[in-house]
């Protein structure tokens, strides 16, 4: 099993840092800038996409924060102003997705000559490796526990703060932001191999839309403190819709590819007869 101390901060002398709000920091800087580099690859108007990147944050950050505090008031009771704190942990990845789509809809609609699909596929590829760093900052706060485990890749709870439990010293259990990290490293090298090699618009999106909904589907069944209904997580829900999408899209892709391939016979006007 694998050793595992929550590290909620990091002690620099008189000064601390919230590992939390770190990793949260560092991702989104990261997914912004790799979003911007593949738009001036693109020759898009960087200057346009920076002011909509920023606002596609804060709105995602908002509508994160918010759909958790709405699923979680019990952690509100006592501390109200607490609900600000952000650095702290609590973020809910289908809350901020949500509220990013609504953003990124509404500005296309005032900017009809960029591509939906070029937009979503750079914004992807920014996504990723910024939901990793993400997880990092819940697998150091202890978030999105499962239950008992012998499974090889669970992790041996041996102490420190958490935000889900309580967690006896000494029990492994599943630990899915851990999982989350490990399958999405697969995911990033795929997308960025696929925009290396320049596919279509729209592949990049898809891929990400079945692979992301997908894994989210299948972990969140092993988290222990999730609020479910009928079974299912509302990231759960989600997911299902995620999948249907991205299938719906690689299907008509693949048909709008086979459309183009296929070129008419160039007609002879001098075999036309009266």
């Not at 086979?258 to 009266?274: G, K, M, Q």
Request: glycine share 12%.
């Amino acid at each position: 099993m694998i050793p595992y101390r929550t590290f909620p901060e990091i002690d620099l002398g008189p000064f601390s840092i919230k590992t939390f709000g770190l990793f949260v920091g560092v991702g989104i800087a990261v997914g912004v800038w790799v979003f911007l580099r593949f738009a001036r690859r693109k020759g898009l108007d960087t200057e346009a996409l920076t002011s909509l990147a920023w606002r596609v944050v804060v709105f995602a950050l908002i509508g994160s924060r918010l759909l958790f505090v709405l699923t979680h008031l019990d952690q509100f009771t006592d501390d109200p102003l607490s609900v600000f704190a952000v650095w702290e942990g609590g973020l809910q990845f289908s809350g901020g997705f949500l509220a990013a789509l609504v953003v990124i809809w509404l500005w296309l609609r005032k900017h009809p000559e960029v591509q939906a699909l070029v937009l979503t596929d750079g914004m992807v590829l920014g996504l990723v490796p910024g939901l990793m760093l993400g997880r990092c900052g819940c697998y150091a706060v202890g978030e999105h526990f499962g239950g008992e485990t012998s499974f090889f890749l669970g992790t041996e709870y041996r102490g420190g703060e958490t935000r889900e439990g309580p967690i006896v010293p000494g029990t492994t259990i599943h630990n899915t932001a851990l999982y989350e990290i490990l399958l999405l490293i697969p995911l990033l090298i795929l997308l960025w191999q696929m925009n290396k090699r320049g596919v279509k618009e729209g592949w990049i999106t898809a891929t990400f839309l079945v692979w992301y909904g997908t894994q989210r589907f299948l972990t969140d069944f092993l988290r222990a403190y999730d609020k479910t209904v009928l079974g299912l997580t509302g990231a759960q829900y989600m997911c299902v819709g995620l999948v249907a999408v991205g299938v719906g899209l690689m299907v008509n892709l693949r048909r709008k590819g086979r459309d183009e391939s296929v070129t008419p016979d160039p007609v002879d006007p001098s075999a036309a007869t009266v």
